[in-house]
């Protein structure tokens, strides 16, 4: 079946997302010695990827309906992988936020969330699940939910470890009128991030630092911004092939993870049906 005539593959990849993320794919290469097999299209296995992310079903159980078989599926999205397609789709569609200023940099939110895994890269003893092994889920969204940034880590070190990294790959995103911004006005975390050296490192980007004070603050009064990188977790684990991590190439799963988030950010623009 054309994977173009199906309707669940409409609903999964609408015209208007194919054409933002046909672009940004790798060009097929034909072999300079000539023969071998027609490629498949891209967007039956991009629509094929985009199923096992949202079913969370194994590739094996992937419907004929898409067209493409299972291991032609499983090998491009590995390719796409290590071609580092994956957070290209995220920050094309976080700049057509920023164009038409819907990226609040009011204050910018992290927060991190722990998961299952199997066996693989990425991986670690989860403190909080009887040391069974596990992987952690970081972001950094905007003051409104937007999630900007997303990192993948084992699940035993402390979330602090991540804080860094995560700020400093807060992508450079276009503005309504002027340059790219990058640097929120101030960044919100709770007191799991409590550490002087990183309220320095905020400070010394100019960002003005709200992060909780162990023993200080209240937890209910920090609960009137967390909420809201709270939601952005649960609109991620909503993509099912998220819940419980099966794939042992931790970048695999970091693929799935920037292909939810780029996802999540599309539904967002007021286009998006």
Known sequence: ????????????????????????LPRFEARWQGGGTAPIEDRAVFTAVVYVLTSGCAWRHLPSEFGVSVPTAHRRFQAWTRAGVWP????????????????DWSSAIVDAASLRAKKGELTGPNPVDRGKPGSKIHVLTDAGGLPLVVAVSPANPHDSGAFVPLVASIPAIRSRRGPRRRHPAKLRADKAYDQPE?????RRRGIAVRIARRGVDSTERLGRHRWKVERTL???????????????????????LCLAAAITCWKKLPHST
């Open 1 to 24: 079946m054309d994977v173009l005539g199906s309707s669940l593959a409409g609903r999964l990849v609408p015209d208007e997302l194919w054409e933002l993320v046909e672009p940004l």
């Open 234 to 256: 649960a609109w991620l684990g909503g993509y099912r092939r998220l819940t419980i991590r099966y794939e042992r190439n931790g970048y695999n799963f970091l693929g799935f």
């Open 88 to 103: 290209r789709p995220h920050r094309k569609i976080l700049d057509l936020h920023g164009v038409a200023g819907r990226v």
């Open 198 to 202: 990183l309220r320095r490192f905020l």
